[in-house]
Nanobody, 121 residues
Framework: VQLQAYGGGLVQAGGSLRLSCAPS????????MGWFRQAPGKERDFVAA????????YYADSVKGRFTISRDNAKNTLYLQMNNLKPEDTAVYYC???????????????WGQGTQVTVSS
């Protein structure tokens, strides 16, 4: 099973990016999914999570109101729409799959390769 996150890049502060994550090898329509990020020299932090149905979403306080997590189970794809980006959002972003929506990274069973997001001031 592989999780490939893509859509990162360089953007100016105030700009937007949309990350996508497309698992291969199996479908995860009955699993929770989410995003974590790790900035240089810092620990990996929870960003957002979504239930298997998409009916429940959770966000870190730092991204509430700016980021939106969603999923399309028909396409087996997870998204993270990031608006009003700030320099402090600069990090490598990882998509994850687990059995429940949680902020605890050890509760996620599958981790994707990250995608770099860089926000310039």
């Amino acid at each position: 099973v592989q999780l490939q996150a893509y859509g990162g890049g360089l953007v100016q502060a105030g700009g937007s990016l949309r990350l996508s994550c497309a698992p291969s090898g199996r479908t995860f329509s009955s699993y929770a999914m989410g995003w974590f990020r790790q900035a240089p020299g810092k620990e990996r932090d929870f960003v957002a999570a979504i239930s298997w149905s998409g009916g429940s979403t959770y966000y870190a306080d730092s991204v509430k109101g700016r980021f939106t997590i969603s999923r399309d189970n028909a396409k087996n794809t997870l998204y993270l729409q990031m608006n009003n980006l700030k320099p402090e959002d600069t990090a490598v972003y990882y998509c994850v799959v687990g059995r429940s929506t949680t902020t605890v990274q050890t509760q996620y069973d599958y981790w994707g390769q990250g995608t770099q997001v860089t926000v310039s001031s």
